[in-house]
């Protein structure tokens, strides 16, 4: 009975560990393609923004998908009434070869003469970072 259970567990320990190598972690990511997010200007603006917080927090920017450990795919949307404004990115980081490794959304809380386009980018690229770190030492554990 002992041998069984003995011999179940490694099973289960062999898969786990062949499932965990098949999706990667936000830990093991260091260079990151930002994609297309959008078929509009503020989305242009947005993306080009979020290179640079992302190279702010860490991460190199790649010139295209296949120079990444990353994929950054998604939508960002902007709004701008008056004086308020409003943006949303609803991501997804993807591996190369197109396996999900997190994926989420940041929206901004509509503040009067915040730059609404930059706080997403700097939230985003700050949640990535926190992420990346929290991975990175549960791993050395």
Not at 45 to 66: D, T
Request: aromatic fraction near 10%; proline fraction near 2%.
């Amino acid at each position: 009975m002992k041998r069984s259970a003995a011999i179940a567990f490694a099973v289960l320990f062999a898969a786990v560990i062949t499932c965990l190598g098949q999706y990667p972690s936000v830990a093991a990511v260091q260079r990151i393609y930002v994609d297309k997010l959008g078929n509009n200007d503020d989305a242009e603006h947005f993306r080009s923004v979020c290179a640079r917080e992302l190279e702010r927090v860490g991460f190199a920017v790649a010139g295209g998908p296949e120079d990444a450990d990353a994929i950054l795919k998604g939508s960002f949307t902007f709004a701008n009434w008056s004086e308020k404004s409003g943006g949303q990115l609803n991501f997804r980081l993807m591996s190369r070869d197109d396996k999900e490794i997190w994926a989420g959304s940041v929206a901004d809380k509509i503040k009067p003469g915040r730059d609404s386009i930059l706080w997403v980018a700097q939230e985003f690229a700050k949640q990535l970072r926190k992420k990346k770190d929290q991975e990175a030492k549960a791993e050395r554990h």
